[in-house]
């Protein structure tokens, strides 16, 4: 029978978060992250193989994790059979939520750069994880810009990330970068711009056949 583990390492993650985000990435040593987490640094080094394994993990849960938050919001309406632009708006309002719901995740992503936490060596796998990161994200954003628009090229899928991704994160990160959740009243302004934005995007093929 394996031995009972004491610290998941979901605890051990959210030490290592609380250190980066109120001190810094170079505060997230081992023994600090020990010191907050409460589980041994045996324990860290036996579940995450070194400090920059454990900091790639660190990001790449805090990305998966505001991801599934996308993915189950458009999912949820395209199953339903709903239009795809209001699939497109609970995808951009799915990030407003996920700053309100999971506050710290969120804060690390606009406050801290990739490259600050994650550093070599690590482990093929990690490498491997971290390649196929963004995965999930570039195949919704081209389904709905199939679904909408008509077609998944450069421009309508940057069209369709603008919704979805630049203008939500736009409106939380001067709240997060200043350590405080967005105004729940800006929630509905930001329908109002994705949707402005969603207005002004070119007809799909086939209304502009019916149109001429």
């Not at 199939?146 to 369709?160: K, V, Y």
Request: glycine share 8%; net charge positive.
């Amino acid at each position: 029978m394996g031995r009972t583990q004491l610290y998941s390492s979901d605890q051990i993650l959210d030490g290592a978060r609380d250190l980066v985000l109120g001190e810094g990435v170079a505060a997230a040593t081992i023994g600090n992250i020990a010191r907050v987490s409460g589980a041994p640094a045996g324990s860290i080094y036996y579940r995450f193989d070194s400090r920059e394994a454990l900091l790639a993990q660190l990001w790449i849960r805090a990305v998966e994790r505001a991801q599934q938050h996308s993915i189950t919001a458009v999912e949820a309406v395209l199953s339903a059979g709903g239009d795809p632009t209001d699939a497109v708006v609970a995808g951009g309002l799915s990030i407003f939520d996920f700053a309100l719901a999971g506050p710290a995740d969120a804060q690390l992503l606009v406050t801290t750069r990739r490259t600050d936490l994650i550093r070599s060596p690590l482990p093929p796998a990690l490498i491997q994880r971290l390649d196929a990161l963004n995965r999930p994200v570039a195949l919704l954003i081209g389904k709905l810009a199939r679904q909408l628009l008509g077609q998944s090229s450069a421009h309508t899928r940057e069209l369709i990330t603008l919704a979805v991704f630049d203008l939500p994160y736009g409106s939380i990160r001067r709240h997060l970068l200043a350590g405080t959740a967005p105004p729940a009243a800006h929630r509905s302004y930001l329908e109002l711009a994705i949707r402005a934005v969603l207005a002004a995007a070119p007809a799909h093929p086939r209304e502009r056949k019916e149109q001429g």
